[in-house]
């Protein structure tokens, strides 16, 4: 009987791997849009889809880093300067992408500008702290999404969104992970809603990984600078020694951190050239293993094992 049934799942895994190994067609004569090509996830994407052949339109928010890029990377490869918060220039990339696809359309979008900071404990921040994310992360997002889609639905392409394991349990305070469970919200909506169209859509969802958005140095500049805009009420109630416990935990933080990247970019390489691409993607040890079992678990559960691993303004009285 459980070798049957070990037979069973084995014959599942096998068919499953062969599934996944299907690779669409005509790679050579496909665009993909990526947004946030300046370095990161962004960056190596760029670079690896270009050394495979396929036809890399590469957003950037500086002329610096597109600059760079394009030194690395073939003559296919082209860059376009984008800022996902600002609608005229989204209309301005979307006609560029429009130019270069011509009737073939858009093969695939990866959104995958993001920002990090600010991020605090909630009661620190106000509205436009949060409100600076959400405006890259989310809405950035949806608007570039709106923007390319009639181009995508007519490849019948892929849309690629980068989430985050955070978008699935919110452990840091501010408009992060607001945003990141807003891009897992966006992505199911519209996944069912292009399925019709055949059209793809995928969520990543990193762990740790050490690239611009996790540096250490940044995230205890800002934890100091929000510190010092706090109200004295605010700073009465979390006391400087709070402050001091939170800069470590967050030093600590950049250690958890995973180095080699391609461990998502071969995630957001797959969803955009598998014939079967998966609709959610845990890549890292830390996501697979740590943050997306915890998910599941009942919330006091979570919340007990949060207390007791993270700083709290009462232990540090
Ligand atoms: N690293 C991680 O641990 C991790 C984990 C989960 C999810 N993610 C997500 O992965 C994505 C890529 O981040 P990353 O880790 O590769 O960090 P990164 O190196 O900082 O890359 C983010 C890119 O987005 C660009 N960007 C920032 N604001 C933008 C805007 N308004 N318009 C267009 N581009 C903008 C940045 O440009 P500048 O460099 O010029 O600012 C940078 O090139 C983000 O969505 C992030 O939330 C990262």
Excluded at 238 to 263: Q, V
Aim: proline share 3%.
């Amino acid at each position: 009987m459980w070798l049957y049934l070990m037979g069973l799942i084995g014959l599942y895994y096998l068919l499953r791997w062969y599934r996944e190994r299907q690779v669409v067609s005509n790679l050579r004569d496909k665009y993909i849009f990526i947004t946030g090509c300046d370095s990161g996830f962004g960056n190596l994407l760029a670079r690896q889809l270009d050394l495979r052949g396929l036809r890399v339109l590469a957003g950037c928010l500086t002329e610096q880093g597109a600059e760079q890029l394009r030194n690395q990377t073939s003559n296919r490869l082209e860059t376009v300067i984008l800022d996902v918060t600002q609608t005229e220039n989204i209309s301005t990339v979307t006609q560029w992408v429009k130019e270069r696809v011509g009737d073939r359309g858009l093969w695939g979008l990866v959104n995958n500008a993001g920002i990090a900071l600010p991020l605090a404990p909630n009661e620190w921040m106000t509205k436009q702290d949060f409100m600076k994310i959400l405006d890259v992360n989310l809405l950035g997002v949806i608007e570039v999404t709106l923007s390319l889609l009639p181009l995508v639905r007519k490849a019948k392409g892929r849309v690629v969104n980068v989430a985050s394991i955070m978008g699935r349990l919110s452990l840091l305070g501010g408009g992060y992970c607001i945003s990141k469970y807003g891009v897992e919200a966006f992505s199911d909506s519209l996944r069912r809603e292009l399925f019709p169209f055949g059209v793809k859509v995928a969520v990543i969802e990193p762990g740790f990984f050490k690239t611009g958005i996790t540096d250490k140095e940044k995230h205890v500049q800002n934890l100091r600078k929000i510190w010092d805009q706090t109200s004295p009420e605010v700073k009465k109630a979390y006391n400087k020694k709070f402050l001091d416990s939170y800069i470590k935990y967050t030093g600590t933080m950049d250690k958890m951190c995973e180095s080699n990247l391609s461990l998502v970019t071969d995630c957001m390489e797959h969803a955009l050239t598998a014939c079967y691409p998966r609709t959610r993607y845990s890549a890292g040890w830390d996501a697979k293993l740590v943050y997306l079992p915890m998910s599941y678990l009942p919330t006091a559960l979570v919340d007990t094992m949060v207390y007791l691993n993270s700083p709290s303004p009462v232990k540090a009285q």
